[in-house]
């Protein structure tokens, strides 16, 4: 069974910090393009970070220089890690693979003074 699992949310002041870890299983996870997206209160869901399974990285250009994504392949899992976090940054956020048809349940960031 595909699975995605997010963890690694929570409560953040601006300027603070948080790194997001997004757990699979049932595919093979190194032969594929991850993602990670966001969705805030009442926003489309938009895109924040890519890393080809070369290991090549994108970012969203209101996360460049504050957000770095990673992998881990022996470990199944894919990494956000966020810093200088600002309230916009305030959203659920999903991870999924480029080909693979499911969703996490996504983890609640939130960045408030």
């Known amino acids: 069974q595909v699975q995605l699992v997010e963890s690694g949310g929570g409560l953040v002041q601006p300027g603070g910090s948080l790194r997001l870890s997004c757990a699979a299983s049932?595919?093979?996870?190194?032969?594929?393009?991850m993602r990670w997206y966001r969705q805030a209160l009442g926003k489309e869901r938009e895109l924040v970070a890519s890393?080809?399974?070369?290991?090549?990285?994108g970012y969203a250009d209101s996360v460049k220089g504050r957000f770095t994504i990673s992998r881990d392949n022996a470990k199944n899992t894919v990494y956000l890690q966020m810093n200088s976090l600002k309230p916009e940054d305030t959203a659920v956020y999903y991870c999924a693979a480029v080909g693979i048809g499911a969703w996490g349940q996504g983890t609640q960031v939130t960045v408030s003074s």
């Open positions: 890393i080809t399974s070369a290991y090549s990285t």
């Open positions: 049932g595919f093979p996870l190194s032969r594929f393009t």
